[in-house]
């Protein structure tokens, strides 16, 4: 056999070798594949398939006016050679993700190319095309070629890696962390220089940057979704990320405190009935009271203009079954209902510079429940949206700020746990899944940091009857 049938033969061989051992090596290797195979073949089908695509989804703009004379009839239609957009591929940051741009032609907006996302995921053989525009003239796309919310625990944002790193970094502070709790100074632990107490990191989104929701720049958040949906399992994240903070948790659970019982260890307080609530509610206005006269005294506009020394701690109420606050069958109830209502709005409305934010939580979220949800509502700046079972619940959370973002949300199946339409600090609306948090974890974490509760002299009374 000649050497050429030697080498033809050798070249095949590896060729098939590599046809089989294609999907190990992307799984053993996955950044090195991507950056070898995987991002060129796409990087190709798009240049290849780019004008056509534009063609066909009118996303051209005709040279001249689009019309022309033939004999004595004017005809008008769109010229076989028009404007294609210009498209440029960015190299990979991450692997499977590409990022690409587009300058709009004149006449051109946005809109025409968030209507050809789903033709170019199909055109390019992705999982999905986004479509932005940050910038006027034009459009961001962001190429996913695999779903990340597939298995968010190999996200960089993982609650466990993320955690052990917070407590490695424990080291005694002054300050408010030095009088937070009642343990030794060793035992605080603090966030690593740079982070946010208020940030807390909660799976990743389907761009796949990690999932944060940072308080400090949204201060309220309307959580809703179904039975099942992973609403509990949100809370879940939130808590066992703020429970080592110097922040306070307060918790109103109106199911008989069977959502929240868990995190007791780790509550300043937490309320269980109406009545309750009302207590707690009108314990932490006087509490918002008494920090803007601080504020006033030190002529300072936030508890965060304060010196640490006399900074008091960030407040989070959690707020689980929001629906269950506004129905009542009598007018006692109703009264009381109405009250919670005011002093929820009174809180979001001055909380962010005063330290009190607000996570409201619900399976069913509509203006039936009366003119204070909507209200409500409206101080609430960051929304997430489960799977629903109605669709009043979407359009209550989402249609006011993103209506397109409805669709989305109701596409939701009950198989994708944990996966909710959420928005940005940036004006953004994307699909996010949180980490799987167990009960067992929770458990431990809030028993491990039950020390570090701050007292809070306004719901000391509510201890005995709220805490237990």
């Known amino acids: 056999m000649s050497s050429s049938a030697l080498f033809l033969w050798g070249v095949l061989l590896v060729a098939v070798s590599g046809l089989f051992a294609a999907p190990a090596l992307s799984r ?36 001249g006016s689009g019309s022309a004379l033939v004999g004595r009839l004017a005809v008008k239609g769109r010229e076989l050679d028009a404007l294609v957009p210009h498209l440029v591929v960015r190299l990979p940051r991450k692997a499977r993700r590409v990022s690409a741009t587009v300058r709009l032609l004149a006449g051109q907006t946005p809109a025409e ?59 005694a502070r002054g300050g408010l962390w030095g009088r937070f709790g009642q343990g030794s100074k060793a035992d605080v632990p603090v966030l690593p220089e740079g982070a946010s107490v208020l940030m807390v990191r909660l799976g990743v989104r389907e761009d796949a940057w990690p999932w944060v929701l940072d308080m400090a720049a949204v201060p309220h958040w309307l959580i809703t979704g179904a039975t099942g949906s992973g609403k509990s399992n949100l809370i879940n994240a939130v808590v066992v990320e703020l429970a080592p903070r110097p922040v306070a948790l307060v918790g109103v659970d109106l199911k008989g405190g069977l959502e929240l019982a868990p995190y007791r260890p780790r509550l300043s307080a937490l309320a269980t009935t109406r009545a309750e609530t009302v207590g707690v509610l009108d314990g932490l206005c006087k509490l918002l009271d008494t920090r803007m006269g601080q504020c006033r005294e030190w002529g300072v506009r936030s508890i965060w203009d304060l010196p640490a020394l006399v900074r008091p701690v960030p407040v989070v109420v959690i707020v689980d079954e929001v ?12 009264a009381e209902a109405a009250q919670c209502s005011v002093m929820l709005i009174r809180l979001a409305q001055l909380g962010r510079a005063l330290g009190f934010h607000l996570i409201i939580a619900g399976q069913r979220v509509s203006a039936d429940l009366g003119d204070g949800v909507t209200a409500l509502r409206a101080q609430l700046g960051g929304r997430i949206c489960h799977r629903v079972s109605d669709p009043g619940t979407a359009v209550m959370t989402l249609g ?18 944990g996966v909710a339409i959420t928005t940005d600090a940036e004006g953004m609306w994307l699909r996010a899944r949180a980490v799987y948090t167990t009960s067992a974890a929770v458990v431990e974490t809030v028993e491990q940091f039950a020390h570090l509760r701050p007292s809070l002299p306004m719901l000391d009374q509510m201890a005995g009857g709220g805490l237990g």
């Open 113 to 171: 190319f968030v209507k050809a996302g789903e033709a170019m995921a199909h055109a390019w053989r992705v999982h999905a095309v986004r479509v932005t525009s940050r910038e006027r003239g034009r459009v961001d796309l962001l190429v996913s070629a695999t779903d990340p919310l597939m298995d968010p625990e190999v996200a960089p944002s993982s609650l466990g890696a993320y955690l052990a790193r917070l407590k490695a970094a424990a080291v």
């Open 323 to 334: 629906a269950e606050l506004y129905l009542a069958v009598d007018k006692a109830g109703k």
């Open 28 to 63: 053993r290797f996955p950044r090195m594949w991507w950056c070898v195979v995987g991002f060129p073949v796409l990087w190709l089908r798009m240049r290849r398939t780019w004008r056509r695509l534009a063609r066909e989804c009118d996303l051209t703009v005709m040279r």
């Open 400 to 417: 006011d700020l993103y209506p397109e973002a409805v669709d989305a949300a109701q596409a939701i199946t009950p198989g994708e746990k």
